[in-house]
């Protein structure tokens, strides 16, 4: 069949071991979706979509080189357990970041994000529990020498200029050139106020020092936690473009972040935490597949819900708070409205809800007041 | 921990620290500490009033032979120190002369003209080489307090402590350098920076001292009075050793704090609370062997030691120092290898 020609051709961009793995399930998958859309023009534009997306993923995995499947995690953590007097910052948490990737750390304030990076970072010391950074749990200040990290606020000294504290921290850690700072400068919006005094930088500029720090040396893995906080809109896009950028490179990222919606256009994986323990963990694509909600109202509730309970690629489908709540592949609004347009229910509204990992969110945290 | 981690370590913070106004001003003060005693010997020497003001000169004894006082023989500390025989002795009765100055031998005995220098001496106190020695000493003690050393404790406990304060203890760490390597880099720094101190007082002393001997023209004598300058080198090193453990002390209580205030504060209160339990130990047998060895008390003996003195107390005083640097830098790099270092905690 031509059509499974064509994905084999695009799935060949991938690691060998991940293919071995996965591309039997991707073709199916390709072929279900197929199948379900139909044919003519609507079934022509859906599999052109199907095979860019396609082709850019692979593409990426092929740039990455490293491949998600490449050696060992860049971290790994088992059971990382720390406790301040009676309170559980971090309980038993056992993670993997695969090497290569956007990885975010999700969770409301005190869930034991910043802990967690401060544990790995060498700064906190675990109560019990063991990690490793580069696989290797040996040599941790060696391993640190490849990290680039800021942690919950940029602290620099307020005396020192941006540029010189950069020079300070290029020095001590033997990362790069001194010509290299001016570029960094530049690369996170800072090249008119470097010679500044830190102290008179805005929470945003500091930041964006923050993430010229981290960058120093051209680190393999980045730690950045709350990178956005301060920032602009322009300043945020500039950060979601930065770690796009760098996974594209095969850099490793892990984001803390209690801003949804960065992680869900940052991160390629999610890890979230609620009280210090993990909730769950998995690539973003499929935890938005898990909270894939559409709401709609309808002319007909009851009626609505039957219909599309007997639809094949609606998974799931109930009347929440005066509202049908359809579980179902993302982009598929039009198809419910169409099918139950068919039948005579007319859809008088919709929401998709902004995030559907934010109220995946809310319900794996159980943080309903929306505290996240 | 690599010797070479350290030294490059030890050089960028001095790159940080350079831009800092803190430690200049404390360096300012330090001069001016060590200054004083140069300008007061000038004063003294050039001016009686000053002299008897400094030195007690203004204490006399006195004799008189008649009711009206009109035949009263008077004779100042300052007349003593100099011999200066006072006016109107040699035309007194033998008698009468020879009971003046037995009185007089009395009354020095008394040790009443003790703290009053000769003419010499005063001159000594303005050039060099002693006068660099003066001043060395001036800084690691003055009066009860020893404010040099005063200054280095806060110098160190702020060169630490900012680093929490400001929360960039998190950031250097976080790139991999060693807890070990920066409190050996501080170190080092603080004790390169005692020891530049030291030298920039020497100069200044020396510049002083040319100055006090150019300003008065009629002064032919010269810049240079008998005096060695071995005891320089000597006094350099030995207060710049003995500062160590101070330096030392400051570091653990403000690692222990996590708070320059805090560690200022322990340190310095420490000091001035031994330097007052001290004499009261001192009241006791049993205990004043205790208070002779105590932190403060054996840097005091150590810079105290003369040059010249016995090599037993030289030794006695170099080990109570090594000691006390070594128990002290071991608890601070415990403390600070076991503790979690947060965020900016302010001060």
Known sequence: MFADRVYRVLLAAYPREFRREYEDLMIQFCRDRMRYDGGGIRGLLVWTQLVADLATSALREHERGSGMTKGRPVIETESLTKIYGNIVAVDGLSMSVPRGHAFGLLGPNGSGKTTTMGMLLGLVRPTSGTFSLFGSSDGLEESLRRIGAIIEYPSFYPYLTGRENLRYFQGIFERGAPQDIDGLLEKVGLADRGDDRFSTYSLGMKQRLGLAFALLGDPEVLFLDEPTNGMDPAGMADVRYLVRELCADGRTVLLASHILNEVEQMCDSVLIMSNGTLVTQGSVSDILRAGDHLRISTTDDRKAVEILSATAWVEDVEIEDGEVVVSAPRGSAAEISTALGRSGVYVIGTNSGRGALERYFLEVTGDEEGGA | ?347
């Open chain 2, 1 to 347: 921990m690599a010797r070479a981690d350290v030294l490059r370590l030890a050089r960028w913070e001095w790159f940080k620290i350079r831009r800092l106004r803190m430690p200049w001003v404390l360096l300012g003060l330090a001069v001016l500490i060590s200054q004083l005693g140069i300008w007061v010997n000038y004063l003294a020497y050039h001016n009686d009033t000053v002299k008897e003001v400094v030195g007690g000169g203004t204490a006399s004894y006195s004799v008189s032979w008649d009711q009206s006082g009109e035949s009263a023989l008077t004779m100042t500390c300052a007349d003593v120190v100099n011999d200066r025989i006072p006016s109107g002795l040699d035309q007194l009765p033998r008698e009468q002369q020879r009971e003046f100055l037995e009185g007089v031998a009395a009354w020095r005995a008394d040790g009443s003209c003790d703290n009053l220098q000769s003419l010499a001496e005063y001159r000594k106190g303005f050039t060099v080489p002693d006068s660099i020695t003066a001043s060395i000493s001036d800084f690691s003690s003055l009066g009860p307090v020893a404010l040099g050393p005063l200054l280095v404790m806060v110098l160190a406990a702020s060169l630490v402590g900012t680093e929490y304060a400001w929360g960039t203890l998190r950031t250097v760490l976080s790139g991999g350098t060693g807890r070990r390597t920066l409190l050996a880099a501080k170190l080092l720094l603080l004790v390169l920076l005692c020891a530049h101190a030291l030298v920039a007082i020497s100069l200044i002393s020396a510049a002083s001292s040319l100055a006090a001997t150019v300003i008065p023209p009629d002064e032919a004598r010269g810049l240079v009075d008998p005096g060695r300058w071995s005891d320089v080198v000597i006094i350099f090193f030995r207060t710049a050793y003995g500062l160590l453990p101070l330096i030392a002390l400051s570091i653990l209580a403000t690692v222990l704090t996590c708070s320059r205030g805090l560690g200022i504060a322990l340190s310095v209160g420490y000091v001035i609370a031994e330097s007052i339990a001290s004499p009261l130990l001192q009241l006791n047998d049993t205990l004043a062997g205790v208070a002779d060895h105590l932190l403060v008390e054996s840097f005091r003996s150590w810079t105290a030691v003369p040059v010249t003195g016995p090599f037993a107390d030289t030794l006695q005083g170099f080990l109570a120092i090594l000691a006390y640097t070594v128990v002290l830098v071991a608890a601070a790099s415990w403390v600070f290898q076991r503790r979690d270092i947060g965020g900016a905690l302010g001060d």
